[in-house]
């Protein structure tokens, strides 16, 4: 564990340091001697050894009569390298390197070939068949573009391409690899692998998603194409336009209005530009600066050179975001370059050299930031700072390449290795040293030849801006490395992009705008994936991210707000006690309760009277004992429901209600086999016995049987409707079997239906306390409830089925109470009289 967490800090130690060490700025100042349609020119050089001590006058004259002045840095770079190897005594002590270029220095690859000593013009130049020993191979050092390079490489026969050794400086060209085509050819620069997953990172971090993409039409851009297009796809970055640019300068020429209408139609502000410097990029680059096209450009280090021609004022929202291989700095180069010719190399011409370091720090300037600097205030401050000077790319390049060729030859010479074939074998022998060669150069970077190709490159990322007067700034704001883990290989200073410019944020660069919380993105087919349009969300799904392909649904207990952006949970919903319908239906069906009990009382009480004997006294009391079940029965229709009260509630309506209906037809019957049945005989017997009682148990049994059966194929169990009204959970009890619901009801029906047919025919009979008039109200009040309920049940939702059910079982049970038992209680507590064994006799008399 402790090992792991030492190697994790290890590996962020860098990050740790680029946050607190600011990061570096640079001045230069443009050519003036530059034409605008120039194109960038290649420079040759060859790297000899000889014995004796090599003078800065060397140096001089090289430098003076063979560099036109816009080239002078790739020189320059070179002495410097060769004047800090000569000056090592651990490397080739005794021994000294020095340069040779081609008479008139730098030119466009046609002239360079008419230069070179091998060319058909100098024929007579025959390499490494100088007598002198100390001659062992000529090595080439040839660039910044590949065509310089492949035209050393190509240009030789058979037999003197054994006798050359080629190094290249500029950015790493696939062409160049080609070990068959350029068996003694090395590129110094690193592959640019990492570089499209490296511009993918950049524009996650800055939100761009609508990227545009300017390259060659070769091998080369078609390979970049190839890697961006995929790391886009992974991170859904889309390509706004993609211009291939001819190689061939006419066919260019004949389509450049077309590349131009691309840009200018394109919506992206992010374009990048990756190719040659020296081709027909550059031209269609150039001219689309020089028309004024705003956009911020995405380019790698050889770029830098085509930015330096351009003179526009000052804009902090768009600029160049360049790519540049990470290198440590080389200290003592400005010095070195002063030392060879003060008069010659002034400061005033170290600014026309290249890119310029300085500090950082502007509390000297009255400019707070770039963005509210005016251009002659900024060339004002920019004379009082100290410069010195910083190697780019290219001079990095030949920084390598001249300590590679040193530990070459150092190791060649410490084996003393001789094969026998002379200058012809110095070469394949330097050769075989060269391609094996590892070490780590003055500054701490490891160079090894053998994994040249292989290596990804590290990149600082720099913001360039243009100033009046031929100045330009770029300032590091980041860096990149595919060593750190994802997530970590890219880092940005934010501080220093709200220093230089006075805002974090950069220009915006999207095809869609971004689609909020509450809406998610609707994606046309044929369209690319980052264009697309927002629509809201469906109902009860939300979004609460970013440009979301999908909504996602609300938990069942929970539902979308207006915004849908967040789901809230759902109020739950059923008849309690504190709603005001539940709480109303409770006090009824309580009072009701109290009320029955009281009427019982009465009849408890008065049970010796003749009214209440005439009433068939035991059924009367079946039948209030049962009434009062039936108003408590409501009460569990009320409260949350569980799995117990909804099987309790529809079994013990069925139960009580059967009973009390039942009770209600064996009183009927009873009244008519009473006035039928008169004579003595075996009909009489059967009325006196109390046979009509056991209808009360039959037609129990009956509706037991029912209930066991519901029981058995669907019992009654919660039903959770969470979707029939919106915010809300509905918490009911579910019948189960609709069809044994409608059975136990019909039942109910088809007693009450009897019991209303027996107490009809029974209305008329002579008789005081005859109950069957009251008894046929009751039952036709039964019925008028429960017909009214079937349709108004189906037609609720919700609590307010339950409020139905509720209401029709108080209204109905409160019916036969009222019907059958307030009349006799008005007689027993009001009308005294009326309760006598006389009156009945007086009444059944007449």
Not at 296 to 320: C, E, L, N, P, Y
Not at 450 to 455: A, D
Request: proline share 5%.
């Amino acid at each position: 564990m402790f090992t792991f967490v030492f190697l994790f800090l290890l590996m962020n130690i860098p990050l740790l340091v680029s946050s607190i060490i600011h990061p570096k700025c640079f001045w230069r100042m443009k050519q003036n001697n530059i034409k605008e349609g120039d194109l960038l020119t290649g420079c040759i050089f060859f790297l000899l050894r000889v014995q004796w001590p090599v003078e800065k006058d060397y140096f001089n004259h090289v430098l003076n009569t063979q560099t036109p002045t816009e080239n002078k840095h790739f020189p320059l770079a070179l002495a410097f390298s060769l004047d800090e190897v000569n000056r090592n005594p651990d490397l080739l002590p005794n021994m000294s390197f020095v340069f040779e270029f081609p008479e008139g220095g730098c030119k466009t690859v046609p002239k360079l070939y008419s230069r070179m000593p091998f060319s058909e013009k100098n024929q007579d130049y025959y390499l490494n068949y100088n007598c002198n020993e100390e001659t062992t191979c000529l090595v080439v050092l040839s660039g910044p573009d590949w065509a310089t390079s492949a035209m050393v490489g190509t240009s030789q026969d058979p037999y003197r391409s054994q006798q050359i050794l080629q190094l290249t400086y500029g950015p790493f060209h696939p062409i160049l690899s080609d070990h068959e085509k350029f068996p003694y050819l090395y590129q110094m620069a690193r592959k640019d692998t990492a570089l499209p997953l490296a511009m993918v990172s950049l524009m996650l971090h800055f939100s761009w998603n609508w990227i545009g993409l300017a390259i060659l039409d070769n091998d080369q851009g078609t390979q970049f194409l190839s890697h961006l297009r995929r790391e886009m796809e992974k991170n859904t970055v889309c390509f706004a336009f993609v211009s291939m640019i001819p190689v061939n300068m006419h066919v260019f020429m004949s389509r450049a209005e077309v590349y131009y209408n691309q840009i200018m139609t394109s919506s992206t502000n992010i374009v990048i530009i990756y190719g040659d410097t020296d081709s027909t990029l550059a031209v269609s680059f150039r001219m689309w600066e020089s028309l004024g096209i705003k956009r911020i450009w995405v380019t790698t280090s050889q770029w830098d050179v085509t930015t330096s021609k351009r003179d526009f004022a000052i804009d902090s929202s768009h600029g160049t975001l360049s790519f540049i291989h990470h290198h440590s700095e080389i200290f003592g180069f400005k010095k070195f370059v002063q030392t060879l010719n003060p008069l010659k190399y002034s400061d005033e011409y170290l600014t026309r050299l290249g890119w310029m370091n300085f500090n950082c720090e502007v509390s000297d300037s009255k400019c707070e930031t770039l963005k509210n600097c005016s251009s002659n205030a900024s060339l004002q401050w920019l004379m009082r700072q100290p410069f010195d000077m910083a190697f780019s790319d290219d001079g990095y390049d030949i920084y390598n390449a001249v300590y590679t060729v040193a530990h070459a030859v150092h190791e060649m010479l410490l084996q003393q290795v001789d094969d026998g074939k002379g200058h012809y074998g110095n070469c394949l022998k330097l050769h075989s040293f060269l391609r094996k060669t590892h070490f780590t150069n003055p500054v701490g970077e490891k160079v090894n030849m053998n994994q040249r190709e292989n290596l990804q490159g590290e990149y600082d990322i720099f913001q360039i801006w243009n100033f009046p007067n031929g100045f330009g700034f770029k300032v590091k704001i980041g860096e990149y490395s595919p060593y750190f883990p994802l997530g970590e290989q890219l880092h940005i200073y934010e501080d220093v992009i709200e220093w230089s410019t006075g805002n974090r944020q950069m220009p915006p660069s999207v095809c869609s705008a971004d689609c909020g919380p509450g809406f998610r993105k609707f994606l046309q087919e044929g369209i690319a994936a980052c264009c697309f349009d927002c629509i809201p969300c469906p109902e009860n799904e939300v979004s609460n991210e970013t440009n979301v392909d999908k909504c996602v649904r609300c938990p069942e207990d929970q539902y979308s707000n207006r915004e849908q952006d967040q789901c809230i949970p759902k109020t739950v919903i059923f008849l309690n006690y504190e709603d005001p319908l539940g709480m109303a239906l409770a006090l009824m069906a309580l009072w009701f309760f109290v009320f029955t009990v009281l009427i019982f009382g009465i009849f408890v009480k008065h049970h010796d009277t003749p009214l209440v004997k005439a009433n068939n006294r035991n059924l009367s009391y079946i039948l209030l004992i049962s009434l009062m079940f039936c108003f408590l029965c409501a009460l569990l229709f009320i409260g949350q429901p569980n799995s117990a009260t909804c099987v309790m509630q529809q079994i013990t309506f069925g139960f009580v209600f059967t009973v009390a209906v039942s009770t209600v037809l064996a009183k009927t019957v009873t009244v008519l086999l009473a006035f039928i049945f008169t004579a003595p005989g075996r009909m009489r017997y059967f009325l006196v016995s109390g046979a009509p009682n056991y209808i009360i148990v039959i037609c129990t049994l009956i509706q037991i049987i029912l209930c066991a059966i519901w029981l058995q194929v669907s019992p009654p169990s919660i039903d959770i409707d969470a979707y029939s009204v919106h915010g809300q959970v509905i918490i009911v009890c579910n019948k189960g079997s609709v069809t044994a619901f409608y059975f136990v009801l019909g039942y109910h029906g088809s007693l009450a239906f009897g019991s209303f047919i027996v107490a009809f025919l029974a209305r008329n009979l002579p008789d005081k306390f005859n109950e069957a008039k009251l008894l046929t109200f009751s039952m036709l009040l039964f019925c008028s409830v429960w017909v009214t309920f079937l349709p108004v049940f189906h037609s609720t939702k919700g609590k307010v089925m339950v409020v139905v059910e509720v209401f029709s079982i108080l209204v109905s049970s409160a019916g036969l109470l009222g019907c059958i038992f307030i009349p006799k209680c008005y007689i027993i507590l009001f009308k005294p009289e009326r309760n006598s064994l006389e009156k009945i006799r007086e009444k059944t008399s007449s």
